[in-house]
Each structure stands twice: as structure tokens, then as C-alpha cells.
């Protein structure tokens, strides 16, 4: 079933789908309006649900929607992680039925034919612009629905629920679910992880291992074999890094200790040009950070050769405008910083061209115009 609600600056009649959950004692029924059936919106059902019953059940029959149920399996149906994840946290047991077999969730296909008949029927000639407005107008509804005395029983689905149901229910946990994606990642040699291309460390140990990376609209959790090694703070900065010094071996944790005016001023020991390299390879990076370790390659190479080399070579990658330590390496291995510099040849305009007219031209023709 689906609500017809229509875009009011484009008039597109978009069709909003409709959950519908019942309690298996009482039948007490709650009915939900979301755009699609994706993941997000299914689980933004469930909690919805969690709450208007206000409180967990411990068992929850779903039919088997793509978006919660990964594998259909008859036997061992394959739960959605993020399905997964909001079970747990409300600790509830999810079971799946079986594929084309409605009669294992019997009480909600007949609660989808009540809510039908009494909720959605009446609505039909109605129309609505904002999903929250249909949402809105479906309570009062769905109220007299859970309030209708039954044919055959005594007393009606909310004298039922207040009766059974709502005793045996367990409270709901003190935080909302907050939703969150699952993915699977490998640690990269630098012991990051890549997330919506923002980078997030995890323990150095862990590099070129596969953990799994829940992502939250605030936070990123990673975990190894099901434990869980850290979290950051999400951060929304493309290309970015967010580093735990913890997670640094003891080698790198030593970068930490270096600031910009520090690498400059070592470069200033070696010389002028050293100085130059290092400050235009810092600016032209989008961090500073991000040229340190280039910085302290070059303070390896100045174990290794001369500092008349070092400077001779840093001015060559300067002339090129080749800013990185593999630039500065490579000059020094292939000895170009033995050669001389070649010097930069003024440019010289010829100073007589039958073509080439003078200041005097312009002056005349000024003149003449004025005339």
C-alpha cells in the first residue's frame, strides 16, 4: 500500500510506502509513511515503532525486505549488519520468515488489510504535500483503529495491549539508535582507513588487515574480529587526516615533536636553499603535516651526503619547482648536483625591425587624430 502525496512547487505525485507492525497478542497496530524501502527508512521505522509502543519486545517477525534481510535463507536467513546493529541495541531478536511464505507473519498481513480498510481508505481523497503532514493525518486514524471493540472479544487492541502486551515488554534503552552503515575496509600501510575519502587511524599493529568500519552521522568505529580497536569523531574534510597518536609506532609518534619553524630552522643549518626547499614544501602542501615526513627523509639523506650536496640539490629542486623528497633524493643519486647550474638567459628584443614600430609611432598617429 502507498499514500499519494504531491510536490507542490512541481506537482509530482510521488507514492509514500507504508510499514505496518502489530503485536502479536493484542494486534495493537502501528502504522508508519516513509518515501522508500531502503535501509535508512526501514530502520527509521522500527525505532519510530520501538517508541509508540514505548518499550522492546523481545521478538520481532519481519517479512523478508531486501533491506533488512541480506540472504532470504529458509533455515539461516542473513540479517542486514545495520539491521543487526539495531537489534542489539534494543536487544531484540529478529527472525526472518520464510520466502513466500506469509503465513509465518500472519498477524501483520492481517493488520495491513485493517489498516487499509480503516486508515489509508479514508485518506484516499485527501490531499497531502509533506510527508509529515500524511504521517500526521494517519494518527487519529490509527487511534480509532487500536480503540474499535472487537467483533468476537471482548474489548479492543489498546485494552488488550494495556492488559498483555505492555507488561511484557522490556524498556526502551536510554539512547535513541542512531543509525549507521556497515562496510568492510583494509588498513593501509600507514595504518589508515579510508571513509567517504577522509582518512582514520587505527592501531599500527593492524596494517594490511581487514577490519569492519561502522559509520554513524557522527562518529566512525572500527572493528577487527569483532572487537572494537577505536573511534573518531566523523569529520566531513575531503582528503583530510584524523590521527590518534596512540595508534603511531614510536618512530612516527617522534614526527609529532617537529613544527614548521623547526624543520626550517635545521634547513637554515645546511643552508639557504635547504631553508627555501622546506618552507615552499610546507606551503605547498593543504597541511603542514602532510610535508613532515618529507621533511625528515631529507634529514636521513643529510646522514648520508654533504651538506654542500644536500644545499646544491635542494636548489635544483627549487629551480624545477620539484618540491618533494623523492625529487631531492633522485638529483643526489644521480650525482646531477655536481653539474653546473646553467644560468637563465635574460630575454633581449631586437632593437631595430623594419616591423617593429617605436614610441614616436603612436605619439604621431595621437597627434594626427587630433587634428
Known amino acids: 500500500p502507498s499514500v499519494e502525496i504531491v510536490d507542490s512547487k512541481t506537482g509530482e505525485v510521488r507514492g509514500a510506502r507504508v510499514f505496518v507492525g502489530a503485536l502479536g497478542a493484542s494486534n495493537y497496530t502501528f502504522v ?7 535501509l535508512p527508512d526501514w530502520i527509521g521505522s522500527h525505532v519510530r515503532m520501538f517508541e509508540f509502543l514505548g518499550g522492546v519486545p523481545e521478538l520481532v517477525v519481519v517479512d523478508n525486505e531486501k533491506a533488512g534481510v541480506k540472504d532470504a535463507c529458509r533455515y539461516e536467513p542473513d540479517l542486514n549488519p545495520t539491521y543487526h546493529d539495531l537489534a542489539t ?8 520468515t520464510r520466502p513466500r511464505s506469509p503465513q509465518d507473519n500472519a498477524k501483520a498481513e492481517a493488520a495491513v488489510q485493517n489498516v487499509e480498510r480503516w486508515v489509508l481508505a479514508p485518506l484516499r ?9 500524511a504521517r500526521r493525518a494517519t494518527r487519529p486514524l490509527l487511534d480509532a483503529l487500536n480503540d474499535r471493540p472487537f467483533q468476537k472479544l471482548e474489548g479492543s487492541r489498546r485494552s ?23 562496510s568492510v575496509a583494509r588498513v593501509n600501510i600507514d595504518y589508515h582507513v579510508q571513509v567517504d575519502r577522509h582518512f582514520y587511524s587505527v592501531p599500527y599493529q593492524l596494517r594490511r588487515q581487514q577490519v569492519d568500519v561502522r559509520t554513524t552521522a557522527t562518529t566512525v568505529e572500527i572493528l577487527h574480529q569483532g572487537r572494537r580497536v577505536t573511534s573518531h569523531v566523523r569529520s566531513r574534510r575531503s582528503g583530510g587526516y584524523t590521527t590518534n597518536p596512540a595508534h603511531m609506532p614510536a618512530a612516527h609518534r617522534a614526527h609529532l615533536e617537529w613544527s614548521p619553524s623547526r624543520l626550517i630552522a635545521w634547513g637554515a643549518r645546511v643552508g639557504p636553499q635547504t631553508a627555501a626547499f622546506i618552507e615552499q614544501l610546507l606551503d605547498s602542501r593543504p597541511h603542514p603535516e602532510q610535508g613532515y615526513r618529507s621533511c625528515l627523509g631529507l634529514m636521513k639523506l643529510a646522514r648520508t651526503y654533504p651538506p654542500e650536496r644536500l644545499e646544491a640539490a635542494c636548489q635544483r629542486s627549487l629551480e624545477i619547482q620539484a618540491l618533494s623528497y623523492r625529487s631531492v633524493k633522485s638529483i643526489l643519486a644521480s650525482g646531477v648536483d655536481r653539474l653546473p647550474l646553467q644560468p637563465s638567459l635574460p630575454l633581449r628584443l631586437p632593437t631595430q625591425h623594419p616591423h617593429l614600430r617605436g614610441p614616436d609611432y603612436y605619439r604621431d598617429s595621437s597627434s594626427s587624430k587630433g587634428e
Open 89 to 96: 541495541h534494543y536487544g531484540v531478536t529478529v527472525l526472518p
Open 160 to 182: 488488550l495491549f494495556e492488559s498483555m502486551d505492555r507488561p511484557s515488554l522490556r524498556p526502551l534503552p536510554p539512547t535513541r539508535y542512531e543509525f549507521a552503515q556497515w
Open 32 to 38: 508508519d509513511l516513509t518515501w522508500t524501502r531502503s
Open 125 to 133: 481523497h485527501h490531499t497531502f504535500f509533506l510527508l509529515d503532514e
